[in-house]
């Protein structure tokens, strides 16, 4: 039920970049405008201005419009990833830090649903760009 709604909104971020217009085939640029909501969500949080949410709400956006451009599953892949993090294991080195146990990603069960996209799809399009 939630993983629907998130693809609902996947969907319905990037019809709204069809319909005005926006960019819909560079990463590139969906990564730097990302990055430049996630400084403006800092820097409300910072001066506890009233727009905090809605900052958030801008990362959320353009993140989960990546996912829609990309073909990634964002609500799978998270629930997935939580799995893994869930189970992971840490440590606490001497100087405090906390680390992840190596190779534990391993014994998590990735027996969900497959990636709805190819990673050599997304490599590519990095590496090659839009096609
Ligand atoms: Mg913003």
Redesign the pocket.
């Known amino acids: 039920m939630a993983l629907e709604v998130l693809n609902d909104i996947q969907k319905r971020i990037l019809k709204n970049k069809i319909n005005k217009g926006f960019n819909t085939t560079d990463l590139n640029k969906e990564f730097c405008l990302l990055y ?2 996630v400084a ?2 800092y820097d ?1 949080w910072r001066k506890e201005k009233p ?1 905090f949410g ?2 958030l ?3 959320a956006i353009y993140l989960l419009g990546i996912a829609e451009i990309a073909k990634v599953d964002l609500g799978t892949e998270i629930v997935r990833k939580l799995d893994i993090i869930e189970h992971r294991e840490y440590t606490v080195l001497k100087n405090g830090s906390q680390v992840k146990v190596e190779a534990d990603d391993e014994n998590v069960s990735r027996d969900a649903e497959e990636p709805t996209y190819s990673t050599a799809a997304v490599r590519d399009y990095f590496i090659d760009g839009p096609k």
């Open positions: 430049g909501e403006e969500a409300a727009d809605e900052e709400a801008d990362i």
